[in-house]
């Protein structure tokens, strides 16, 4: 057997054995009462349809390069399930530092749920390129910088404590590229990095789902005005989906529907629509649906072309037009929503300030901290303990699965 299958042998099945010990350790320690487990019916059915969006829905999102099916929806599964035991830990110490009681339940574990979110989508961007170990090492890191993220803005800048974890979007989609400039670039004669029908049709899938599921993802953290963040999530993305088709016909060359175009942009009005859908004003959301269709859109071509080369991004999964440039509109739209609002209220006294600066200021330490600590990440995942793949070994299932010869020639 060569010495790279049993180097994988002999690292990865331990590291996770090791690691999920140790929380487990820690869970038996640490949770000394399980206070919400007996909820509402509807509070369960709303943690299930984050699980689905984000387990199967992102696992099947991610399956758009044609030999790395396998791996995307593999890995993604188990770094959602290693990762939600790390974020409820991390819930559980985050209320130890309040000085309240620790107690564990569908709230805790819907919290981790969203927050792990941001692992996924920062997998996107570094998608066949990272190994396991690095996925798993990339996953525990960037959970404990996300957290101290949201312990900043809940602390220092008075942000709610669901919008905190609301920032999911904005962290994971800039640590993500952050990480991703750290890797080497394939060699230009590599063709396993394209899509196939079969591939793209699969990805569609997860994007459906992740659409149908995205209304409970924005409303489940929500105290208050749930019904709200429902009615708007969803036509935030019903705009955003109608956008999607039309700005995909008038932008490529022949006239036809690009499914590249559909897949990202249908899923921009979720994203873009996330810290306003508390809102009162239905068309706000659907004004943010048709703006995120058209930034996400406009943002492939001008990214892709100009940026990514010139900053030697390879974003694999188009994570930045996809999740952040939308997160960046969102966050921008609730500081000026906020302004008007409060300028409304107080007529525009010196309290307009004080709200605006720390609006921006949660929104400009969500993204410095996800790229400083995106690029230190890429430099510890780059040592050689973490047995880095070989350029040559990108974009392919074979190293890690076991995959019959008629999947590979297909």
């Known amino acids: 057997m060569p010495a790279r299958y049993l180097s994988f042998r002999c690292s990865v099945p331990w590291l996770i054995l090791v690691l999920q010990a140790l929380l487990l350790l820690r869970s038996f320690f640490g949770f000394p009462g399980l206070s919400d487990a007996y909820s509402p019916a509807n509070s369960y059915l709303g943690f299930q349809d984050v699980n689905h969006m984000v387990i199967f829905g992102f696992g099947f999102f991610l399956m758009v390069l044609r030999r790395y099916g396998f791996s995307s929806s593999g890995f993604n599964f188990l770094l959602v399930v290693l990762g939600v035991q790390c974020c409820v830990l991390a819930e559980d110490f985050l209320v130890f530092l309040r000085g309240q009681q620790n107690q ?33 090492v990339m996953s525990l890191v960037e959970i404990i910088f996300f957290y101290v993220s949201r312990c900043i803005n809940r602390t220092f800048l008075e942000v709610p404590e669901p919008l905190t974890v609301m920032h999911v979007y904005l962290f994971g989609a800039y640590f993500g590229l952050a990480l991703a400039s750290r890797f080497p670039e394939p060699p230009p004669g590599l063709d396993k990095n394209r899509s196939t029908p079969k591939s793209e ?19 489940i953290l929500a105290k208050s005005k749930k019904v709200e963040a429902v009615l708007n999530t969803y036509l935030a993305l019903a705009v955003s989906a109608v956008a999607a088709f039309i700005l995909s016909a008038l932008t490529s060359k022949d006239g036809k529907f690009r499914m590249a175009h559909v897949r990202s942009a249908v899923l921009a009005g979720g994203v873009a629509v996330t810290y306003t859908a508390h809102c009162n004003h239905p068309w ?8 995120g269709s058209v930034i996400t859109i406009l943002g492939s ?8 080369p010139a900053l030697k991004l390879q974003d694999t999964s188009g994570v930045h037009f996809t999740f952040g440039l939308p997160a960046v509109l969102g966050a921008v739209a609730a500081v000026v929503l906020r302004v008007v609002e409060d300028g409304i209220e107080t007529q525009w006294n010196e309290l307009l300030g004080y709200t605006a600066f720390f609006n921006i200021g949660a929104f400009c ?14 430099l510890i995942l780059n040592i050689k303990l973490l047995k880095a793949v070989h350029v040559s070994k990108y974009f392919d299932d074979q190293f890690y699965w076991e995959v019959s010869f ?4 297909g």
């Open 104 to 136: 564990v339940g569908l709230e805790s574990l819907a919290k981790a749920f969203v927050s792990v979110a941001a692992v996924v989508i920062s997998t996107g961007a570094v998608l066949g390129r990272a190994s396991p170990v690095q996925l798993i």
């Open 201 to 219: 049709l699969f990805s569609v899938l997860g994007t459906v789902f992740v659409w149908v599921f995205w209304p409970s993802f924005n409303s």
């Open 284 to 291: 706000i959301a659907m004004v943010l649906g048709l703006l």
């Open 301 to 308: 071509h001008c990214l892709q072309r100009c940026l990514n």
């Open 365 to 378: 330490q969500t993204i410095s901290t996800a790229l400083i600590t995106g690029l230190i990440t890429g």
């Open 406 to 409: 008629k999947m590979i020639s």
